[in-house]
């Protein structure tokens, strides 16, 4: 988890090392960071812990589509959908899921969050959601992250004045998608995991909220269950 990725090496090279498989990346698209493989890890923990033969997953702002790979990867039975605004983002993500034979388990749909899955009468059948949102806010982008955006993709980052706009509009939504027990996951920028626990609690649709921490005991990705119906 601790090593460390160049931008401009992945995007010269043409592609990325992602927990242990390949991915290609393009400049309209977040090169994935081996930050991002602790929410993998917990997503697939997750999926052992809820036993079902063919879970149905969300991979929400799935960028170069990383997370749906490899989730895809090590739960060969998970039939996955993944969204993206961006058309560099859909198109990447597009060619990893070609790349690595998995168009028949994973779909890549382009919108604005869930409206990307308009039509698919998906509401309240998705076992799990995945999302690893842009979480810097705008002041941080004008000033100390600045340089973050000189080769990537400013959506990629950017998320409202607190960095929580999108956490904020996926909780929300996300309770229309997920089955009673089902799993929502989320990477957190530091120092946001209590952030967004709370937000979490505050919604009243969640329980079991918690978060977890990588080996330098920093919380970066937060978990909660969807409650069952009264």
């Known amino acids: 988890m601790s090593r460390e990725i160049s931008v401009e090496d992945a995007y010269h090279k043409g592609h990325t090392s992602f927990m242990g498989l390949e991915l290609l990346v393009g400049p309209g698209a977040l090169v994935p960071r081996p930050e991002t493989e602790l929410l993998g890890a917990t997503a697939l923990d997750a999926l052992d812990q809820l036993r079902i033969s063919e879970p149905r997953i969300v991979d929400m702002c799935c960028g170069a589509g990383n997370l749906a790979c490899a989730i895809a990867h090590y739960a060969p039975a998970a039939r996955i959908w993944a969204s993206d605004l961006t058309d560099g983002c859909v198109d990447v993500s597009r060619r990893n899921v070609a790349f690595h ?62 960095g929580l706009s999108i956490h904020m509009r996926v909780i929300k939504d996300a309770q229309h998608y997920l089955r009673p027990g089902g799993i929502l996951l989320f990477e957190v920028g530091l120092g946001q995991d209590r952030q967004v626990m709370g937000l979490l609690d505050r919604s009243k649709a969640y329980e079991n909220i918690g978060a977890i921490s990588n080996e330098a005991g920093e919380g970066r990705v937060v978990v909660a269950h969807m409650k069952s119906a009264d």
Do not use: W
């Open 101 to 162: 034979g998995l168009a028949g388990r994973i779909t890549v749909h382009q919108g604005d969050l869930f409206e990307a899955f308009s039509g698919l009468e998906l509401a309240g059948t998705i076992d799990m959601i995945v999302c690893n949102p842009p979480y810097i806010s705008e002041k941080r982008l004008e000033g100390d992250r600045s340089h973050l955006t000189e080769l990537e993709p400013r959506e990629a980052f950017a998320a409202g004045p607190y």
